[in-house]
């Protein structure tokens, strides 16, 4: 099997090289990836295996069954070798008709599902739990499904006819595109650099130093063999693992590159986009979210109840899960009864267990410090709040953090509480409890809220009444997607995937297509001849 060795016994485990102008190029090093499991079972031996590895690549070490897979770093020399491939690849690449790029889309989605399982079981050897990696997997199917494929084709190019002349809008490639994966998705997000290939871009991807095997994996072995299928020019797609400040420095500095697709936190993140805007680079940001969940008086208690639990997914350490839920006080104890219920199944474990959600959260004191600044502000633990071991038993030492709820009561004051106002990135969700009053003037006070969210990724709702939600959907602008009785972190086709408002985007943010945010509009208009003076002066 290509990219895969065998160490000195025979056993066999991935490994890439950096990936530049569709060759394979040695590194300076090599970084390791141990299995998660192994993490858990045994964290010393696991450590001592990496780093005897990266200090020997020949030693017997790399026979060890915790040995998943290895990745070549790159140096500057590299670096900029990607970006010179690129630079020369985009204009060829470019200049290829929509209609075959395209093709790319529904080809990768075919050897997405031929590839399904080894991309799963990557996701988990990297600790992301069985039920998380499959989601994860099915927000990939509906990004590259045929009705979002048809529709991103339909933004790329339009044609109308105006008496003689024919006129097109369409979406021309920005050339240049350099990716920078988040750590705690970096496969799935790598992904989405498939749509700035086809929208005509050559790319550049950052494959992340910590965990880099299952973004070398998709992009090495399922994405690069569809582009030399469509004869695509070499350096087209190039993908680099090494450490992210060296590289996306080298990027800012680079004259040859045109777009970054930048995922972090939002206080760097919005840095970096003025530093981008100085030196004429477009940025592309997914930064934090802080995502509102609301449970209207007539919801359905129930299926509120399993929306609210997505938070846990992966500790929480997902931007587009909710992080905090608002609601109306007439069903607050109704709903709680029922939340209790379902975070009772929400336990830690193995990752390739089936019915594990919850991922090792290895940093854990700001957890307890934003859990103590909220209790003593007036917030009260309905559960959760401790460490637990991988059989869910408290403890000091434990690597989990139980799911955690929070009742806070009165929304008016809620954002004094930095739980409510900015996300945590932990398995710990604010409940606020709505003042008591009118329905219009408690609806009123709610998407006042929801639009005061500093931030702006995901908001969804849960209401019966289609008044309520007729007033929903037409007064809510804050955020890049609107949910309705609906899972909160579904995905569907059409619909925007990530992308939103505020410190979720930076100043230009909005729901974010890939494929149209490395593109931009032109207008081309086509004449056989007409008369200059009469275009000017008579039309």
Not at 123 to 137: D, I, N
Not at 155 to 161: A, D, V, Y
Request: net charge negative.
């Amino acid at each position: 099997m290509e990219n895969v060795v065998r160490g000195t016994t025979g056993e066999s485990f991935r490994s890439y090289r950096s990936y530049i102008g569709d060759k394979d190029v040695d590194g300076t090093g090599w970084v390791y990836t141990v299995s998660a499991r192994s993490l858990l079972e045994d964290v010393f031996t696991s450590v001592s295996l990496k780093r005897t590895l990266e200090q020997d690549p020949h030693s017997d070490a790399a026979d060890h069954p915790y040995v998943v897979g290895r990745c070549a770093v790159a140096d500057m020399a590299d670096i900029d070798a990607s970006i010179e491939a690129a630079a020369a690849a985009a204009p060829l690449w470019s200049s290829v008709p929509l209609a075959r790029r395209m093709t790319l889309g529904a080809r990768f989605r075919e050897e997405l599902l031929r590839h399904r399982e080894t991309f799963v079981e990557l996701l988990v050897a990297e600790a992301h739990p069985r039920k998380l990696a499959r989601w994860e997997f099915s927000c990939l199917l509906q990004v590259f499904s045929q009705e979002s494929l048809d529709w991103y084709a339909q933004q790329m190019h339009s044609e109308f006819q105006h008496g003689e002349r024919r006129l097109i809008v369409r979406r021309q490639a920005d050339g240049v595109v350099c990716v920078n994966p988040p750590q705690n998705a970096p496969a799935p997000s790598a992904a989405l650099a498939v749509l700035a290939l086809m929208a005509g871009n050559a790319v550049v991807v950052r494959a992340p130093r910590s965990i880099a095997l299952s973004t070398m994996y998709v992009l090495r072995d399922i994405v690069a063999p569809l582009l030399r299928e469509l004869d695509a020019p070499p350096g087209t797609l190039n993908v680099i693992c090494g450490k992210p400040r060296d590289m996306i420095d080298r990027w800012l500095e680079h004259p040859k590159v045109d777009d970054i697709f930048y995922f972090g936190g939002s206080e760097e993140g919005l840095r970096f986009e003025q530093q981008c805007v100085a030196r004429g680079k477009k940025p592309i940001l997914e930064l934090a979210g802080n995502d509102a969940l609301v449970v209207w008086r007539d919801a359905d208690l129930d299926l509120a109840a399993e929306a609210i639990i997505e938070s846990f997914y992966g500790s929480g350490q997902i931007c587009m899960v909710p992080n905090q839920v608002i609601v109306h006080p007439a069903v607050v104890d109704d709903l709680l009864e029922r939340v209790r219920v379902e975070i009772a199944t929400v336990r830690p474990g193995y990752p390739d267990a089936e019915d594990v959600l919850l991922s090792p959260v290895r940093r854990s004191e700001k957890f307890f410090r934003l859990l103590a600044e909220a209790t003593s502000g007036g917030a009260k633990i309905v559960c959760g709040g401790r460490r637990v071991e991988l059989d869910g038993t408290p403890s000091e030492t434990g690597v989990f953090l139980e799911p955690t709820l929070l009742r806070i009561d009165g929304l008016a004051t809620s954002r004094d509480l930095a739980v409510v106002r900015h996300e945590t990135f932990f398995p710990l969700l604010p409940l606020v409890v709505v003042e008591p009053g009118p329905d219009a003037e408690v609806l009123d006070r709610i998407i006042d809220f929801v639009n005061g969210n500093e931030y702006g990724l995901r908001n969804s709702f849960w209401a019966r009444s289609e008044e309520v939600v007729e007033q929903v959907v037409r007064r809510v602008r804050n955020g890049g997607l609107l949910k309705i009785n609906d899972s909160h972190i579904g995905f569907l086709p059409y619909l925007p995937t990530h992308g939103g408002t505020g410190l979720t985007s930076g100043a230009h943010g909005e729901a974010n297509y890939p494929i149209l945010k490395t593109s931009h509009l032109q207008g081309v208009s086509i004449s056989a001849g007409s008369a200059p003076r009469r275009a000017v002066f008579d039309e």
